[in-house]
């Protein structure tokens, strides 16, 4: 499956977006069976994006569709002179909450959007906001009630296993390399936890904004070396873990 | 919601629990989950509190009064049993016009050592609304609130473990589970089914001690983690 994985991770000078995606086929483009995947990632301004997740299973079909359709809308928004990543987030509220008839919202998936980016007023920092199929208003529309997440932001299906290991060793205070190595070891973890049952998908595709970086899609060498780098850790532990035999002190 | 763990290593089988049940505004840490219901069998339940725990009285109330032997036919009964205990509080709990229930919204675990067939430890789950038996095959079984359990103990299990072993993992995933999850809490519940002892509810005291043994392996997975990210 695919985009059932996904992440906002804050470091010391950026931020990452993260989602899971299947292996790209031989010719390098990443396709459901003749459709090609539409990306999970909008790009909104140089230095914000939204980023979709699905937390409960849903038909691939319809996941696309919704993915086409609302990042359709999101690309109509005009955002000049907007600098503030709530106001952003309010835009896209305002938007996504018209696109959908009030005869489509009870029959809406369970799914969000993250708006993510740079903020420069009122104050100059990284921010988070999460929009919800199912965060109404009194007047029943959908993503109406923005959330701001002041930590890492972890949706799909495996959120708890993402906040586990936040917990337990993310650092504000990462820079851009171990950000990316945590991402990995995130998925590795959650992979062996549910990417056996297909649920998953093997690959992940990561955006980024920073304090020097527009928003741009990772390159592909800086993913195999943080997935590398994870792959170790994510072995060294399994083996200090089980040598210890459920017994103390690793 | 809850967590639910059952693990089968070589000298024998652990049930595990916690005891937090949450309604939609408040949660109480007062569910009884586990039940023994012969020497060498014990149910569990969760999901859904009253009928989960009306199910697994009932089992062992039938149990004990046609002396059912063996673990087969005691995974049998249950079936029939766990079905009429929530068909019985469907009918009586007035949920609103519409609402359907989650498959899986009640659920049973049957674990014990069939000494009458087959001389081995086993586990049968079922889930509503049939509440068909299934066979667990696998070693281990985490289920309800189960991501971060089945994260810790994928770390750390073995299939060779012995039940204080098995124990004292059991024990750490309940607590890791609880240190994020919200849903899963208050004392854990703990029981070991063993050829020797068989079906032993774990004490308070007991269960005390295996929480103040893992502190040393969460400090140490902790740093082992923070080392290794950062090297």
Not at chain 1, 207 to 233: C, G, H, I, K, Q
Not at chain 2, 47 to 73: C, M, W
Not at chain 2, 177 to 190: A, F, K, N, W, Y
Request: proline share 5%; net charge neutral; charged share 15%.
């Amino acid at each position: 499956m695919f985009y059932n994985f996904t992440a906002a991770v804050r470091y010391k000078d950026g931020l990452l977006g993260v989602v899971d995606c299947p292996l790209p086929s031989p010719d390098g483009v990443v396709r459901l069976g003749a459709a090609a995947l539409p990306s999970a990632f909008v790009r909104l301004t140089n230095t914000a994006f939204a980023g979709f997740h699905f937390d409960v299973p849903i038909d691939p079909g319809v996941k696309i569709a919704l993915l086409n359709r609302c990042s359709a809308a999101l690309r109509q928004i005009d955002f000049t002179a907007i600098t503030s990543i709530n106001d952003i987030a309010a835009r896209c509220s305002g938007q996504l909450a018209a696109l959908i008839p009030a005869n489509e919202v009870q029959t809406l998936p369970v799914f969000g959007i993250m708006v993510v980016g740079l903020s420069t007023s009122p104050v100059r920092d990284f921010g988070i906001v999460g929009l919800h199929s199912y965060r109404r208003d009194a007047a029943n529309r959908p993503f109406t009630v923005p959330m701001n997440f002041p930590g890492n932001v972890f949706g799909g299906m495996v959120p708890l296993i993402a906040q586990f290991l936040d917990a337990k060793v993310f650092s504000r205070y990462f820079d851009r390399v171990h950000a990316l190595r945590f991402v990995y070891l995130m998925h590795a973890m959650s992979y062996r936890a549910l990417g056996i049952q297909g649920l998953i998908a093997p690959e992940l595709s990561i955006v980024e904004v920073s304090e020097t970086t527009d928003f741009t899609e990772v390159p592909r060498s800086d993913l195999t070396t943080a997935r590398s780098a994870a792959a170790t850790v994510f072995q060294k532990i399994d083996l200090a873990c089980k040598a210890l035999g459920g017994g103390p002190a690793v | 919601m809850s967590l639910a763990i059952a693990l089968r290593g070589y000298t024998g089988l652990v049930l595990a629990a916690d005891s937090r049940a949450t309604g939609p505004t408040s949660s109480e840490d007062t569910s009884e989950k586990f039940l023994q219901i012969n020497r060498d069998t014990g149910v569990l339940t969760f999901g859904l509190k009253d009928p989960g725990y009306s199910g697994i009285t009932k089992l062992v109330e039938v149990t004990k009064a046609q002396r059912f032997e063996s673990f087969a036919r005691i995974t049998t009964e249950g079936q029939a049993i766990f079905t009429a205990e929530y068909q019985r509080w469907l009918a009586g709990a007035n949920l609103p016009a519409g609402q359907v229930l989650q498959q899986g919204s009640v659920a049973f675990l049957v674990g014990g050592y069939d000494a009458v067939h087959s001389n081995q430890f086993k586990v049968t789950s079922y889930n509503s609304p049939d509440f068909a038996p299934v066979k667990v095959e696998m070693p281990k079984l985490l289920a309800a609130r189960w991501h971060i359990a089945e994260a810790v103990t994928a770390l750390f299990f073995y299939p060779e473990m012995t039940v204080n072993q098995l124990a004292s993992l059991a024990v750490l995933a309940v607590m890791e589970t609880m240190s994020i999850d919200p849903t899963v809490g208050g004392p854990i519940q703990l029981a070991t089914i063993t050829w020797h002892q068989g079906f032993r509810k774990v004490t308070e005291d007991e269960i005390l001690k295996y929480i103040e043994g893992n502190q040393s392996t969460i400090v140490g997975l902790n740093r082992a983690l923070n080392q290794l990210i950062g090297e």
